[in-house]
């Protein structure tokens, strides 16, 4: 199955957490923060303006980006953990 979101969000993929610390400590699954780090896998067609046209968005298919902690929507599609948010819930993309 694959999501198309509508208006001006997004599908992202989160990065799994770090499993060790920088110090080489192993983090058990509890102790793990959430993902605040993704991959977009889909896009919707932008916003719909006053004006009847579609506004762009401001990432693509393929960007990385870091999205409030607990911002968005968590689903699952054929076994993978995917987040649905707005664009205005991504804080940056990472270049």
Request: hydrophobic share 35%; charged share 30%; no cysteine.
């Amino acid at each position: 199955m694959k999501l198309r979101p509508l208006d001006d969000r997004v599908v992202v993929e989160p990065v799994e957490a770090e499993e060790v610390t920088a110090g080489g400590i192993v983090l058990p699954d509890t102790a793990k923060e959430k993902p605040q780090r993704g991959t977009i896998v889909s896009v919707g067609p932008g916003p719909l303006m006053d004006s009847g046209n579609r506004g762009e968005l401001s990432v693509t298919v393929g960007d990385t980006v870091i999205y409030g902690k607990y911002s968005g929507t968590d689903v699952e599609v054929d076994g993978q953990d995917l987040k649905i948010l707005r664009e205005s819930d991504i804080l940056a993309k990472v270049l």
